[in-house]
């Protein structure tokens, strides 16, 4: 008897909306790729003409996967999946636990697979000797005595069941991961350049600044090219400084970011200065400082009476890699000029002292920053997805059930089965017992 | 030798095949069918050492990696996915006609990506975004699940030619499997590509997580790879709890794949986004 259902509920825990919403998600997801989002409102009545350009402010269409009714129309699959859960999950729950020995003898004789044998020995041993054959066969059964009849029962994949509510689950999962992200997470954007650090960052959108409990401080940035002159590679070394102290530190490229505190820095950009950073040590005294210099600037430091410049570049074998000449001059000696490679270090004599230099091109490094509560949700969501589709699709619930009852001479036996998919395949190995069976009576 | 002359004698070998498991369809010479499958078996040896070759070139270039990274590369591998996924569904279905509905589409992707214009063959290092083994594992999972999606639609059209000509027992038709058979497969088959689809979705979405911080952007290729995951779940809803089969879904087996074939090349060429490094 079917009971008559609250019209809520029956709404909300049809197929017929979900395919109706998946459709109309499908369809308006399309205008989104169509017209091109989040550009100034310029753009649309450029590209569109002003009546047209109101008319997709009115509905949200230049920003419309945040509108409120492609939210709206989430929510109402949310609903509808949660719904279609709690209606159906109790049948599940009962068809997992049930005891099937209680099931009706008049049922097993109508069930898709079925096979009928005799045997001479009374049921009892019957029983037991079909009980060892399906145990042998991976089919460990209980059993039931009823009066002059033993029923047999083995299943399968029992739990395979769950497959689907878990996918429908997961895909709900993924939804509060990312509803959480949006909510309690943000993206923002830093610049740092290179031996220098920070503490604000800059939210997308409204350029807010937000201050961290700790610095990000960029010690070197490196980019490296391709021989086509194609960028190989931007790699930025950070370190994270807390209370003085660095904490944590690493070599980031752009698939593979920095996370500290929740926050996850990637490399996303740069900018070139056109200014040379060197710093130079007095090996005798122990001083040394660092400057910012452009090609051609002669630089004075006076504590030590040097003054140094960079007076021409070459090409080497290395892609967008350069050799400067260096200009160097103290108190006492003649002026002295010589070639160092980018991004590398010198140790030469003078009469006055011995000194060391470091020269690379600087930089800054542009790093996006993201916090996302949310993310592990998702990820988690996301794998219980993939696993939860692959019992839902490729196992299933078997069971069989075995009568043997007495008969005039000796016992009857009714083999029974189901499965609730696959059930060709079931078919082929029901037809591999049956056989076994047959063979040993 | 060099890879792409193996990649362009694999373009030859499948139209060959193509040829004949569709001529074995039509003079029902079942001698054509083995020369098909033989002929489809060798040249998807050749393919794969041809795209084998072209991952170990790209090393002798300096800047080795697995040859999957711009549309061509990507196509090759579609062809190739196709025809692993055809031979399988031969072998365990022991029915060569399938491969007149399948083969062809092989043959189509190497050919367009060798004669098209715009489609470089070359092969080039990876700019930074594109160095991930997500991005591998993103353009595999993807692939293969558009290889059975596309073997799905052939069948979805067999069928459809099939029923709509049904008190026809002579020739051609009669020479189709039966339709609950075509059915089945077609079903098994936009299985096997939902699951592969999911995997290909997350990975990307784990990728673009790990280059941009960002899992899911709303981009045109982003949102197109959902559109057709709604549409193939619309399509097993149906099947699963409105009991659609036959035409319907054979329908919907050509719409789904239609709308694989806008988010792989009309995105690219049609709509921008991050993903339009695929279009050179
Ligand atoms: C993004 C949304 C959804 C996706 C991708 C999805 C996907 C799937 C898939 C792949 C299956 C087949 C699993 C199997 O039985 O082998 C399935 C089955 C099912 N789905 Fe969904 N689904 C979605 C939303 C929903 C919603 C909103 C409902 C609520 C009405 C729903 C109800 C069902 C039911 C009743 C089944 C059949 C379960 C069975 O075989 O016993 N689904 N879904």
Known sequence: MKKKKNPFIAFFSSVKLTLFVLFMLAFFSIIGTVIPQNKPAE???ETYGNSMANIFQALDIPDMYSSWWFSALMILLSINMVVCIMERFPNAWRLITMDNLQTKLSRLEKMGQRRVFSSLSPPGETAVKLGDILKKKGWPTTEQRLDDSVLLFAQKGRWSRLGVY??????LIVFVGAMVGSFWGYKAGVRIPETTSIDTVYRFGDNKAIKLDFKVLC??????????GAPREFRSELAIIKDGKEVAAKSIVVNDPLTYGGLTFYQSSYEPYGKMLVRISNNNTGNSKEFLIRPGEEIPWPQEGISFGIINKKSTAAPGHFDYKIWFKDKKSDPATFWMEEDSTKSFERPEAKYTITMKEFFATGLQVTKDPGVWLVYAGCISMILSLIVAFFMSHRRIWIHVRKAEKGSHILISGLSNKNRVGFADSFASLAEKIKKEF | MNSSQLLGISTLGFLLASVLYIGALIFRARIAGVIASGVTLLTFIILTGGIGLRWYESYQLGFGH????????????FSWSIVIFYLILELKFKNRILGAFAVPFAFIGMAYASFAKGINQEIVPLIPALQSNWLIAHVITCFIGYAAFAVASGLGVMYLIKSSSQGN?????ASLPKLRIIDDIIHKTIIFGFLWLSAGIITGAIWANSAW???WSWDPKETWSLITWFVYAATLHARFTRGWTGKRIAWLAILGFIS??????????????????GSS
Not at chain 2, 260 to 277: E, K, Q
């Open chain 1, 43 to 45: 753009f649309y009545i």
């Open chain 2, 169 to 173: 027992r002579t020739g051609l038709i």
């Open chain 2, 66 to 77: 697995a040859p999957l990274s711009n549309m061509y590369e990507s196509l090759v591998f």
């Open chain 1, 219 to 228: 010690k070197h940035f490196k980019l490296t090219y391709y021989e086509n």
């Open chain 2, 260 to 277: 694989v074939i806008f988010t792989y090349f009309g995105v690219n060429f049609l709509l921008a986004g991050l993903h339009s490094y």
């Open chain 1, 166 to 171: 878990i996918f429908h689950l997961s895909i």
């Open chain 2, 213 to 215: 911080g960002t899992y």
